[in-house]
Every structure is written in C-alpha cells, then in structure tokens.
C-alpha cells in the first residue's frame, strides 16, 4: 500500500511528500528521539501537529496521513516500535521533534548545509539539507535492513536513560545522530519505489546510486558508533569534527573513495566490537537483497570474518554463482579442533552449529528448535558486561551467534523467522527490568514460540490434516518432512486404512529413514524413487508434502524434488496438500528455484551411496567441463498445490500472504 | 535346421534372463537371428514366400513371448516379415512385367502362354490385397500394383526384374531367399547406421549457446550431442543422472571427454533447472504408433516439467524402435519391474521387509519400474534416421515399415499367402 500511496504523493512537488512523510514518522520514530525532545521542546505535539509544524500544504495532508498511518503500518515494522509507541504517549512533545526534523529534511533540497541536524533541528530553515535529503535514501539501503531495529531503537532507550542532557548540548553529535538514526528507522517504513522517486526529484549529484549506498551505510556505521560513543563516555564533544568532515564531504560528493574512506577509518576507531554486528543483523530482520556470492567483495568481506574456514568448490555452476558453494567435510576436523579456542562462541552454539554442519540435525523445525534450544542456553548463562546493557549486547552476541551458525549451514526461513522473533522480543524488554528477570522472561518466550508455533501448531495440522483421510487412501509423501510423518501416524493411530507411498531422491535419502519409522510403526507402506512418481501417481488418492517455507506468492520452498511430485500429482489430477507451520510462511516471493537456493555437497552427486559399482565418475570430478550440481531446494509453484494445511487452518495457497501479514500482527505483540 | 534351432535357444535364453540391454543390440541380434533362420529354411518349391514367413512367426513368436517388454525384438520380427512379403510381390511383379512382355511378344504362340499371366495376376492381386503399401495415387486410381510402389526395398528394383524376365521357377525361389537376406543385411544396416544418420541431424537443431537437458543416457544421444559439438557448436548439456541405474553419470563422463560443459544434477533438481534450459533431448525405448514413448523411467516427469515450461521435448529414436501397436495402459503392461536391491540396500531393510510376515502381506513394497510412458502431448518432435516428425506423424511413418498382416504376430498363425 504504501508504494502506491507514495507514488501518488510524488506526482505532487515536494510538499506533499512532507505530508506524508510526517504523518509516518510521527508514529514510528517519535519514540525513539526522547534525547532529542530536549533540544526541541518548542515544537508542537507530533500526534496533532502536522498543521502547525509548517506550511500550508502540509497541513492539507497530514490530516489524511494520520488516519492513514494505524491501518498503513506493516506489522514487520513495527514490533520494536510498540514498547516506545507507549512510552513516548507520554512525553509526546518529544516525538515532534523527530517529526518535524523529518519534515524538514523531506522538504529541503538546497546544498547549502550539511548540518541540517545542527541548526537543524532548526525547524524552519528551508536551506539545510544536503545531509538530509541524502537521508532517505540511505535509508533506503538501511531499510532494507532494518525492518525492527532493534539496535537502533535500543540504542536510544538506552541513551535516553543515561544521558539526556549530554547529547542535547551536544548540538553537533547529538544531531548527526539523530539524523542518522532516523534514516535507518524511518526507512523500513518506505517502500523502496517511493524512495527512488524521491531520489529522482533530487540532484543529480546522487545519481550514482552504488556510491550513495556506501555512503548511507557510512552514515548508519557513523551513527552507531556515535551511540556507543555517546554511551561509553558522555564525551560526545570530541565526535562531532570527524562526524561533521565526514558527513559533508559524503554529502557533498559521494562518489569519492577516498574520503569515505576517511570517514570509514574513523569510525572503524570508535567502533566498539558489537557495532558491527549489530548492523548486520539489522538487515537480518527484514526481507532484504540477501547476500550475493558472486559479489566479490563483500564475499572477501565475509571471509574474514568467518569462524568456518571454508573453501570454495571447484567448478562452480554458472547460474549458481551468486549461492556459495563450499567443499564439504574439510571444515569439520578444523572446527573441532578450535573449540576450545573460540571464546565468544557459546559452546551450545558452537555444538548446534557442528551438527549443522555435518548433517546431523536437519529439517526445518528441528533446525530451528535446535537453535533455540542453543539461544537459550546461552541466555541462561549470560550475564551482562559492566557498561553494556543487556538489550544491546544480547542482541549482539545473538547476531554473532546466529552469523556462525550460518557460515555452518545457509540459515533456513524458518530459522530466520525465529531469530527475528528473539530479537524484537529482546528489544521489547522493559527498561526496567533486572537482568535476571529479563534472561528468566527470554528464556520463557522461547519456550512459548518452540511451543505455541511448532509443537502446538503441528499438533493443529495434525487435526486438520487426519480429515482429509479416508479409509483405502493412497498417500504419497516425498522425502521426510516431520509434519506429514506425524499426520499420518496419528491417522494410523485413529484406525484409519491407508497405504503409504514414500518417494525418496538421492542424495539424501531422508525416505528411508521416514520409511523406516512407518514401517515401524505398523503402516503399509511403498517405497519407490522420484523417477518413479509417474508411474506410482496412478494409484495415489492424496499427495502429503512438507515445506521449508511458504512464500507469500504461495510458492512452495520445500526439499529439491517437492516441485517434480506436484506436477507429476497435478498431471495425474491428484489433490496436493502442504503442511507447514506458519511461522515457516515468509513475506518474500520467488519465481524460481535459481535466484535464491542452497548449495549442497557437490561430491554428494558423484558418488553413490551404497552403490559402489557405480563410480562411472570417480576419474573425471576434477575435469573443469564437468560440473556437480546439488541443489537442496526448489520452488513448487502455487498452481500445483491444492490446500495448504496451517496452523490456521486450511487455507488454499493464494491466503498465504494474508496470512503473513495477520501473523506478523500477533507476532508483533506476543 | 538344428543348428537355428539352438541359436534360437540362445537367444531366447538371453532374452528372458534380461541378458541383452538396450534396443539397438536386441534388434540387431534379433535380425541375425532372423537371417540365419530365413537361411536354413528350405524352401517349398511352390509358396517360398508362405514357407519363409511361416518359419520366420514361428521363431518371432517364440521370440516376443521371450521378452514382451523388448518391443524392439516384434520390430524387428514384423520388418522381416514385411521384407518378405515385398520381396514376394516385386519379384511376382517383375515375372508378370516379364511374362506380360513375352505374352506381347509372343502373341501368336498359342494358349500355352495365355494360362500364366492369368494365373499369376490373381497371385498378384492376392500379394496386393495383402500388402499393406503407401497408397500412391496411381494404385489407387488404376487398382495396379506397380513395383515403383513397393517402397524402401531398393535393392530388388533393376536387377531383379533383369533377371527374372528369364527366370525359371528354381531359380526364383533361390532369388527370394537371395532377396530376402540381402533386405535383411540392408535393415542390420540400418540399424547399426541409425544413430550416425540420427546424428547428422544435430546442427539442424542445435544453435549456439544452447542449454540442452537430458536423463539417464542413450547412445543415440550421446552421438547426437557429439556430433554437434564436432560441428563446432557450442553448449552446454545438463544430465539428470536417471535413477536408479545413474547412466546419467556414465553420459556425463563421455560427455567431458569430449569437451562438452556438462553439468550433473540429480533427477530431483529436474522442475528446478528446467527453466533455464532450451531444449530437452532424450532417447526413447519405443515409439508406439499413437506419437506415445516408451522411454526409460523418469522421462514423463521431465517431459510435463518441459511442457510446463514450454521447452522442446525431442525424442531421438531409430526407425527399428518405431513399433506399430497402440499402447493400452502403458505404464503397467509394458513395464518392467527391477530389483528392490536398486532403491534399497536389503541389510539394513530386511527387517522391515519380514515385519509384516504375520499378517501374511508384507507391509514394505519397493517399486522400481524400469519405463515411462510419455503420452504424445508432451512430445514436442520426433528424429528418426528418416527425418524429424511429429508425433501425430509416427502411425504413417510406421505403415511405410510393417504389414498389417503382422501386428499380431503371435496370436493368429496365419497361412502364407
């Protein structure tokens, strides 16, 4: 909606824009920028003022923005947001502040001053704002990753505690952050076309967008740094020259390196070690361009930090380059051997992390339990550095944590559902709270989402999903998935007559370990391989799948093979019925099973399991006009799919996204 | 007499225990077979052409029973059936042509010349009535059988009727036998040359850059692909490695020795890359006459990925693949099961495999068919050594190649004619 709504608002000059802009932000950001209410008290309630901030046409739309704002809100934007919503009812004055600086950078295009944020806060001089229009589109490139903020808006809890009066003298570095800061908040809230509308209307200086990124990134990196600057030791004096040079020169001519790199070493100085994390795992929470291997440098980037040390494979897919592909079994002796030495890894972690990576715990929600289980564990014996807060650091150590495990193996949807979860509910922990309450609190809203949205909920499909047997029915699963495994063991349990059709592919065979577990149980089952789905479909009467994920254009993103039985189910007019948890269903779309994947082991495909008279390839793997491809998943288009069975129901495919948004509501508020 | 008899015995030994893989081998060896019997008949002195096709069903029949999913080997058996019926009608043809110049010439001789054109015109009309022959305007228009009709078996055209314009009725019968062979030679002929004649076709069909897919592994294929690539092409070919016998592996291997960039995926991964492919390329086991292929396991769900993304689906096939029966319940009846062992491993199973022995059924089945029906929808073009075609094509290509009289091979012993 909010794409569309700005769109319109571009056709109009500017103005327009700070209508809408302000109506936004007085609901999201004022929470955030109590220090800042400080400096401005002067400015009017944000809730009631868009009139009175400024102009005339501004007046003119705020009114519509505000009765737009509580419906327009995504909820993924919200969560971090409630906690301050309700603070900040009180100190409402200070929320115009933010409002209003907002206003003013939307409005103002002039070159003329950098410091927008200094005089700036200087509501109504029209001249300031190189740095502020620049904002919002850094922004744009921080939107991306910002969607709860999480650091951020703790940050400013955080600074509001300590020290208010500090940072309101502080003209220069207490506005630079508060400008920075609020690009970053504000832009989840943009939608990306309007952004670049808004660029487009700017000068052209901005028109190399790469640089301006960067340069955006900077901005955020600087504003962090200020935080914990600010925090660490209320010198803030000292900050605001190396800020200043580097905001107006970034401003000014963001395509120039060298000076960002100035700036950037400066801010590597003050950087303290969670920063960085914490701006990483900012772009964890929302749905953004996720990491493109095929990036040289940043690929270089991630190298260095790895824990894992990994090596790249031979003989890459073409199309794939932008997946990373490791050769597997090598990192495994290393790691073990580094356990002792790895200091900041929880060992649980680090445990979790090694079964991932050898394989050991797979599948969606036994991934994701397990991670828990691991996070909790570290929460439980976690105790807060002196002069850190438990909310910041907690959230980093997590994002360490959580960058390991995905070095170990690419995190899945699911997971980093979860983990966005963790995090909003680690910054929505009262102020107030004592540490011990808190890691108590966390520990307990853990065991609330393994319970409520996996356990609980597989107990729901289960429900649902026995209805749909009937005595004498053929069902076909592929693979292994825990949800229809249950599903139709509770069936069996229920007396119903059914016959089991498990079809499995290589290389992991997980049917057979499901197979076994059938077997086992008393059911009848059939065993066959996925080249054999045709000919098996004739008999089928239901087709069962997991899923890994659920997109919200009802793409299935399940095990690779998933998309083949489908078709084979749709072509044989057989009902296809997905199972998956909703907190598996995600806001992404995807088309293909190419532009986002997982790379499995490549020597998986060469060899065989248990069939060692087959090594037609055992001479020639290291041919470089021979390429191994291990694809883990695909994307089963929504058409093949019958019913998707939820924990809300049974729903068909296309209610997926509706169901996205509800539940990121009721996430918001958990 | 013996001595085909055992060969027979051989053969049919191979066949039933599965010895012989592959179409190709099976119809070649099935057509030697098949010359050596045609050689040992002896033959009558009146009917050779009924003799012949009566020794040649009753091994075919033996033969089919053997192995009724190897079509190839009913192929084979009904192309040398057909080869005798034709080489019976142009040699009858070129005696009447022959008798007919000398009944003209000899028009004043008297009633002893009269008698045999007579009779011979109705064994002609017979052999007409019986042959199963392209209607060419000209036969349908003048109800003539003329030899310029008879189709594709070239070898008996101008010599032949050279010879048996002074032919003797000796002589005539060692001429058919003679005839015969030497067809039969010509179809072994082409079936060894089947996938050179399949492979010249490449450049025609593959351009630069092409992303070409394919399952499990077919000679014909391997060559088709090669021979593009030694015309210089350049692509790139995706190889699902066709559980559970993983050829696909096999072709990737040759496929790198050659040069090609080839990529190796799993048969899973199939609907994934599919999108990305121009082009898919599978050898078949059998054509049937409705367009449908009888092609190795997995193939159909390739074949709807392809059609879902509008990608070509070509079958590469030789002509002695193209079986003239339309396929009744394909999936089952002209599939064959393999061994468990394939899928899985017996050790660590067994248990569950005599789980179910109280109960008295097992509850653990393992399917492992070996073929894919791939209904004639999904089949985007045929290439035959003759050409490409479209499937709604293959029931006419196939009337060029048998006789009507022999799509039942075993059922219904029919009489020479």
């Known amino acids: 909606m909010e794409p569309r709504r700005t769109s319109r608002t571009v056709s109009d000059p500017k103005v327009r824009q700070v209508g809408f802009f302000t109506s936004q932000h007085h609901h999201h950001h004022h929470h955030h920028l109590p220090e800042r209410s400080f400096s401005e008290p002067p400015l009017p309630d944000p809730f009631h003022t868009s009139t009175s901030t400024s102009s005339a046409p501004v007046t003119d739309v705020s009114p519509s923005g505000n009765l737009l704002s509580p419906v327009m809100i995504l909820p993924s934007r919200h969560h971090s947001d409630n906690l301050h919503r309700l603070s900040h009812r009180a100190t409402s004055p200070t929320a115009s502040f933010s409002y209003f600086a907002r206003a003013v950078v939307v409005r103002e295009n002039d070159d003329s001053l950098l410091s927008p944020g200094r005089r700036g806060i200087a509501v109504k001089s029209p001249s300031s704002v190189v740095a502020a229009s620049s904002f919002p589109k850094g922004g744009f490139d921080l939107t991306a990753v910002k969607a709860s903020s999480v650091p951020a808006s703790k940050l400013t809890t955080v600074s509001v505690v300590n020290l208010p009066p500090g940072i309101s003298e502080k003209a220069g570095g207490a506005s630079v952050e508060v400008q920075n800061d609020r690009p970053a908040k504000s832009k989840p809230l943009k939608q990306k076309t309007s952004k670049a509308e808004r660029r487009a209307t700017q000068e052209a200086q901005r028109a190399a967008k790469a640089a301006a990124k960067a340069f955006f990134n900077l901005l955020l990196k600087l504003a962090v740094d200020l935080y914990s600057l600010a925090e660490g030791s209320k010198t803030s004096a000292a900050v605001p020259g190396p800020v200043n040079s580097a905001n107006t020169k970034t401003a000014k001519s963001p395509k120039s390196p060298s000076q960002k790199n100035d700036a950037v070493s400066v801010a590597a100085a003050e950087k303290k070690a969670g920063d960085r994390q914490l701006e990483k795992d900012r772009k964890k929470d929302v749905p953004h361009p996720r990491m493109q291997y095929d990036d040289q440098s940043r690929v270089e980037k991630a190298k260095r930090r790895a824990v894992v040390k990994q090596t790249e494979a031979r003989n890459r897919v073409e199309l794939f380059r932008h997946l990373p592909q490791y050769e597997h079994g090598t990192q495994l002796p290393d790691l073990e051997s580094k356990f002792f030495q790895l200091d900041p890894m929880h060992p649980a972690v680090y445990k979790v992390g090694l079964q991932y990576l050898s394989g050991d715990i797979c599948g969606g929600n036994a991934r994701c339990i397990a991670m828990l289980q691991a996070f909790q564990e570290t929460i439980r014996s976690y105790s807060t550095p002196p002069e850190k807060s438990l909310v910041r650091d907690l959230t980093a150590k997590i994002s360490s944590y959580v960058s390991f495990l995905n070095e170990c193996r690419p995190l899945s949807i699911s997971m980093g559902n979860a983990i966005r979860f963790l995090k909003s509910t680690i910054a929505k922990l009262p102020l107030s709270m004592s540490e011990s309450e808190a890691k108590a609190t966390l520990q307990a809203d853990i065991d609330r989402f393994i319970n409520e949205k996996i356990i609980l909920a597989d107990n729901v499909i289960v429900k649902h999903a026995v209805t749909k047997i009937r005595d004498g029915d053929v069902l076909l699963t592929y693979g292994a998935s825990s949800a229809v495994e249950m599903v139709l063991l509770h069936a069996h349990e229920l007396g119903k007559q059914f016959r089991v059709v498990v079809v499995d592919s290589r290389p992991k065979l997980e049917g057979q370990l499901l197979l076994r577990r059938l077997v086992g149980r008393g059911l009848g089952c059939t065993y066959t391989h996925i080249n054999a789905v045709s000919y098996i479909m004739h008999e089928v009467t239901r087709v069962f799948l997991g899923a890994s994920s659920i997109l919200s254009n009802g793409t299935v993103y399940s095990r690779v093979g998933t998309a083949c039985v489908a078709m084979a189910a749709h072509a044989f007019g057989v009902p296809v019925l997905v199972c998956c948890e909703a907190y598996k269903f995600h806001e992404r779309v995807q088309l293909d099973s190419i532009c986002f994947n997982e790379l499995g082991d490549p020597d998986a495909i060469s060899k065989v399991h248990g069939r060692e008279e087959i090594n037609y390839l055992d001479g020639s793997t290291n041919s470089e006009n021979l390429q191994l491809l291990n694809l883990t998943y695909d994307a089963t288009p929504s058409d093949y799919v019958s019913i998707v069975i939820t924990d809300y129901g049974m729903v068909p495919p296309t209610s997926v996204p509706v169901i996205v948004r509800e539940y990121r509501k009721e996430h918001l508020w958990i | ?417």
Do not use: W
Request: aromatic content about 4%; overall charge negative.
């Open chain 2, 1 to 417: 007499m013996p001595d085909t008899q055992s060969l027979v015995n051989d053969f049919l030994n191979k066949l039933r225990k599965r010895k012989i893989e592959g179409s190709q081998a099976t119809a070649k060896q099935t057509a030697e077979l098949l010359r050596s019997v045609i050689s040992q008949t002896r033959v009558p002195y009146t009917n050779q052409a009924g003799a012949l096709i009566d020794a040649v069903k009753a091994v075919g029949e033996q033969l089919i029973a053997a192995n009724p999913i190897e079509l190839a080997v009913g192929n084979i058996v009904r192309r040398v059936l057909h080869i005798i019926r034709e080489e019976d009608l142009s040699l009858t043809n070129a005696a009447i042509a022959g008798l007919n110049l000398s009944g003209v010439s000899d028009d004043e001789d008297g009633a002893e010349g009269d008698e045999q054109p007579v009779l011979s015109a109705a064994v002609l009309a017979a052999a007409a009535r019986s042959t199963l022959r392209p209607p060419s305007l000209q036969t349908l228009l003048e109800d003539v059988p003329d030899s310029a009709a008879v189709p594709h078996t070239s070898s008996s055209g101008g010599d032949s009727e050279g010879k048996s314009k002074s032919a003797d009725k000796s002589s005539r019968s060692r001429k058919l036998k003679h005839d015969v062979i030497e067809a039969v030679n010509e179809l072994i002929q082409d079936i060894v040359t089947c996938h050179d004649q399949i492979a010249e076709q490449a450049v025609e069909h593959i351009h630069h850059n092409e992303v070409i897919l394919t399952l499990g592994s077919s000679r014909t294929v391997l060559e088709f692909l090669c021979a593009a690539k030694e015309k210089k092409r350049s692509f790139r070919v995706i190889v699902a490695e066709g559980a559970p016998r993983y050829q696909g592996h096999l072709l990737a291997k040759e496929l790198v020795t050659r040069g090609l960039q080839t990529t190796l995926i799993t048969d899973s991964a199939v609907f994934a890359m599919i999108s990305r492919v121009n082009m898919v390329i599978v050898g078949a086991h059998v054509v049937m006459a409705n367009g449908g292929v009888i092609a190795p396991v997995g193939l159909n769900m390739v074949a709807l990925a392809a059609k879902r993304h509008a990608v070509p689906f070509v079958v590469l096939a030789g002509s002695h693949k193209l079986c003239p029966l339309y396929p009744h319940n394909p999936e089952v009846l002209l599939n064959e099961l393999r061994s468990p062992s394939e899928l899985l491993d017996f050790g660590e199973f067994s248990d569950c495999m005599d789980f179910g022995s109280g109960t008295g059924s097992p509850l653990l089945h393992v399917v492992n068919p070996t073929f894919d029906y791939v209904p004639p929808k999904l089949v985007s073009l045929f290439i035959t050594d003759t050409g490409g075609h479209n499937p709604s094509y293959m029931y006419r290509l196939i009337a060029d190649y048998y006789s009507a009289d022999d799509l039942v091979v075993q059922r219904r012993p029919t009489p020479g004619n």
